[in-house]
């Protein structure tokens, strides 16, 4: 499993109080939009991965909102 626009966008809509701009967004798809060869991610680490890089990147540019 990859990170989609899709996703990001489900993830916007389950959780109000994600903030998730293009620019993150972009840095998840470069992250996590392809499979890290030869290994897969499963469902859970997609969305693991995703909390992690959402905090870090809502700290170092002071935005409020939590995944």
């Known amino acids: 499993m990859v990170a989609t626009p ?7 809509e ?6 998730i ?3 993150l967004e ?4 470069e992250q996590l939009g392809s499979e890290p060869y030869p ?3 499963s ?3 997609i969305h693991e991965q995703m909390r ?3 905090r870090e990147y809502n700290v170092s540019h002071g935005i ?3 995944y």
Not at 6 to 12: D, M, S
Not at 14 to 19: E, G, L, P, Q, Y
Not at 26 to 29: H, N, Q
């Open 21 to 23: 701009n293009d620019e």
């Open 64 to 66: 409020e909102g939590g």
């Open 6 to 12: 899709k996703l990001i966008q489900e993830v916007r």
């Open 43 to 45: 469902e859970q680490d």
């Open 39 to 41: 290994h897969t991610y």
């Open 26 to 29: 972009a840095l998840i798809l």
């Open 14 to 19: 389950n959780n109000r109080r994600v903030k």
């Open 52 to 54: 992690k890089i959402i």
